[in-house]
C-alpha cells in the first residue's frame, strides 16, 4: 500500500509539472500579439490584443471579406461554450482587454480602474456596440454573458485607409481625455476615453509626493501650489503648502518667488487685495531682480491696472538706479498707458541709448513703439 502511495503521489507531482509547463510557440493563427499604452496625464490607459491581419494564414486576400463574413454581424451561436448569442472578441485568440489605472469614463459612461474584456457587436449599417466586460480572461466570446457587462455603448464606425493588420491606438490627445480607435481593414471605430476628474488625481499624486523624498525641496511646495493656482483647485491646501515653502523651520524663507506664489493663489480664490499685499511686499524684498518686478509690472498692465503697474515701474527705477533699459522700458511702458507721452517718449528714447547688445535683436520694436508715439503728437 505504501508503495502504491508513492507511486501516485510522484505520477501527480509529474502531472503539476507538466500543466505549469508551457512552450514558447507561435500564436495561434500566426495572430501576433500586441499592446499599445496612452496615459492621459496620470492616468495609464493599456489595450492588449492579438492581432489578424486581412491575409489569410495561407496568403488569400480577405479584402472585402471582413465584415459581415470573418467577423459576423450582430451575435451568433458559435457552437462551442456557454455563449448562444456572443460578439465579436475585437481582435483573435484571447480577450481583447483595456486596463485603466484610474476611474474614466468611456463615451460618457463611468467606468472603474481595472481590467476588462473588450467585445464588438458589429452592425452592417448604423452604429456598432462597444462593450467592456469583467471577462477579460477567456478565450475569444464562447463564454460571453451579458450579466458582466460593465458598459455598452454605441459607436459609429467611419471609413479608413487600408489597414492590413488590425490596429489599436489612439488619436484626439488631449490633457484630459484620448480618442481611442480600433482599425482595420478599410473600417476605423473610434471610442473617446475621459478622465473628468484628472486635476483631483494630480493633487492627489501630488500630495503623496510632498509626503516623500520631493518634499524636502521647498521649491516643489511652490510648483504645487502654482499647479493648484492655474487650475484652481485645492485653493486651502495650496495656500499652505507655499506658506510651508517659506518657513524657516522647512528650510525656506521669505523670497519673490513663494509671495509671488502665494499672491497666485489668494487671486485665485479670489482675494485680490491680499494678492495685491503678498506682491507689494515680494517686489521689496532685498534682492529681488529688475526683472522680477518689471514683469510684475507687465503683468498688472496685462490685467488693465494701468496706474498700479505705473507705481511698480517707478519703483523698480529707483530701487535699481543702476539699470538704465528695462528700468526706463517699463515706465515708457506705465506712462503711455496711462497718456502721459511726454514722459513716455523720454523714457523710450533713454532705454534706447543703453540698449543692451543681447537686446539688439528687438532695436526695431523698440523704435517703432517710440516712432507711435511721437507720430500721434
Known amino acids: 500500500m505504501k508503495k502504491i502511495y508513492t507511486f501516485l503521489v510522484a505520477m501527480l507531482a509529474t502531472s503539476f509539472a507538466f500543466a505549469q509547463s508551457v512552450l514558447s510557440l507561435p500564436p495561434n493563427g500566426d495572430n501576433q500579439r500586441s499592446s499599445v499604452i496612452q496615459w492621459i496625464g496620470p492616468v495609464a490607459v493599456t489595450i492588449d490584443y492579438h492581432s489578424p491581419n486581412v491575409h489569410s494564414p495561407n496568403g488569400d486576400d480577405r479584402t472585402g471579406h471582413i465584415w459581415g463574413e470573418l467577423v459576423h454581424y450582430g451575435t451568433i451561436d458559435q457552437g462551442f461554450g456557454t455563449s448562444k448569442a456572443a460578439p465579436w472578441r475585437a481582435g483573435a485568440n484571447e480577450n481583447t482587454t483595456v486596463t485603466f489605472s484610474h476611474p474614466v469614463k468611456v463615451e460618457g459612461k463611468d467606468v472603474p480602474a481595472g481590467t476588462y474584456g473588450v467585445f464588438m457587436e458589429v452592425a452592417k449599417d448604423g452604429p456598432w456596440s462597444l462593450i467592456l466586460s469583467k471577462n477579460s480572461t477567456s478565450w475569444g466570446s464562447y463564454f460571453y454573458s451579458p450579466t458582466e457587462d460593465v458598459v455598452r455603448v454605441n459607436v459609429t464606425p467611419v471609413d479608413a485607409a487600408y489597414t492590413e493588420f488590425l490596429t489599436y491606438g489612439f488619436d484626439d490627445r488631449l490633457p484630459n481625455s484620448a480618442l ?159 497718456g502721459n507721452k511726454k514722459e513716455a517718449i523720454k523714457n523710450w528714447e533713454t532705454a534706447l541709448k543703453n540698449l543692451p547688445e543681447n537686446q539688439a535683436a528687438n532695436k526695431g520694436l523698440y523704435e517703432g513703439e517710440l516712432k507711435k508715439l511721437k507720430d500721434s503728437k
Open 180 to 338: 481611442a480607435f480600433m482599425q482595420w481593414e478599410k473600417k476605423k471605430v473610434p471610442f473617446r476615453i475621459e478622465v473628468p476628474n484628472i486635476n483631483e488625481i494630480y493633487v492627489s499624486d501630488i500630495r503623496n509626493q510632498l509626503r516623500s523624498w520631493p518634499g524636502f525641496d521647498v521649491r516643489n511646495h511652490q510648483r504645487a501650489a502654482q499647479f493648484c493656482a492655474q487650475n484652481k483647485v485645492n485653493l486651502e491646501e495650496a495656500l499652505a503648502w507655499v506658506d510651508a515653502s517659506m518657513s524657516p523651520n522647512n528650510g525656506g524663507t521669505e523670497d519673490f518667488n513663494g509671495l509671488s506664489t502665494k499672491a497666485q493663489v489668494l487671486m485665485a480664490m479670489g482675494k485680490g487685495p491680499e494678492a495685491g499685499a503678498a506682491m507689494d511686499k515680494a517686489i521689496k524684498i532685498p534682492g529681488t531682480s529688475v526683472q522680477n518686478i518689471h514683469g510684475y509690472g507687465r503683468t498688472l498692465l496685462g490685467m488693465g491696472q494701468k496706474e498700479k503697474a505705473l507705481e511698480v515701474f517707478q519703483y523698480n527705477a529707483k530701487a535699481h538706479p543702476e539699470d538704465k533699459f528695462t528700468t526706463q522700458v517699463g515706465l515708457a511702458r506705465g506712462y503711455t498707458a496711462v
